[in-house]
């Protein structure tokens, strides 16, 4: 009786273990498929959406011409929200709807401030970087660039159409300065939240095995 008790806790502890080695390696990128770095198209995956559009997004950095002599398929490799440094940037959504690719579609970018209040009020804008007036993209790529000079916080907008509804005021997040690998809060939370979790399963089973080996 102890032998099958133990086998069962035995296989749930290392089949929760398992998934929870999975989801550490997601967010720490380990099962991502490599980038492209040449940049035509990065098998990034970054996917931005709020309740009516979702986009494919990807940023570069312009480098150095040392850093191109030193590794040019280095120095083009894309990123997501989260920017290593500030420069001359190149941004591009891929709209997923086709039907927004009828819609004339505006670009702004500006820098904003965290206020430590909740959302939509958890930041002000402090001045525009950049703006691109509206116009068709017909083959789904929104393509801007911009000269972010110093880094903080920033927020990309795509404005649709009239953009008077806030959900069509597209906007995307982006932070310049930051280590493009490093774990959110949010990722931190969740997988010590796993491990916690991992671990108090382990502790009910020592126990119930405990329990099992008094009665025998």
């Known amino acids: 009786m102890i032998n099958k008790v133990f086998t069962r806790a035995a296989v749930i502890v290392v089949w929760l273990l398992a998934l929870l080695v999975l989801d550490g390696c997601d967010k720490l990128n380990f ?10 198209r990065p098998d990034l995956d970054c996917l931005i959406a709020n309740d009516f559009y979702a986009v494919h997004f990807s940023s570069y950095v312009q480098p150095s011409k040392d850093q ?3 590794d040019a398929k280095a120095a083009f490799v894309p990123f997501c929200q989260k920017i290593p440094r500030a420069g ?4 591009t959504a891929d709209l997923i709807d086709r039907d927004i690719r009828t819609i004339p579609i505006g670009i702004k970018i500006v820098e904003v401030e965290k206020t430590g ?3 939509p009020d958890d930041f002000r804008e402090i001045r525009t ?9 017909p083959r789904g790529a929104v393509e801007a660039q911009a000269e972010i000079d110093k880094n903080g916080d920033y927020r990309l907008y795509l404005l649709i159409g009239d953009a008077v509804e806030e959900d069509d005021r597209f906007k995307i997040a982006l932070e310049v300065g930051v280590d493009p690998n490093a774990l959110s809060i949010q990722e931190i939370a969740s997988i010590a939240g796993g491990v ?4 108090i399963l382990i502790a009910v089973v020592v126990v119930l095995i405990r329990r099992q080996s008094r009665k025998v």
């Not at 099962?31 to 035509?40: D, E, H, R, V």
């Not at 970087?129 to 993209?137: D, G, M, Q, R």
């Not at 916690?196 to 671990?199: A, T």
């Open 31 to 40: 099962n991502k498929p490599a980038t492209n770095a040449l940049g035509n």
């Open 129 to 137: 970087v950049a703006e691109i007036p509206s116009k068709l993209y």
């Open 196 to 199: 916690l979790l991992l671990m």
């Open 117 to 119: 209040q909740k959302a």
């Open 68 to 70: 191109i002599a030193e």
């Open 88 to 91: 001359k940037m190149f941004f």
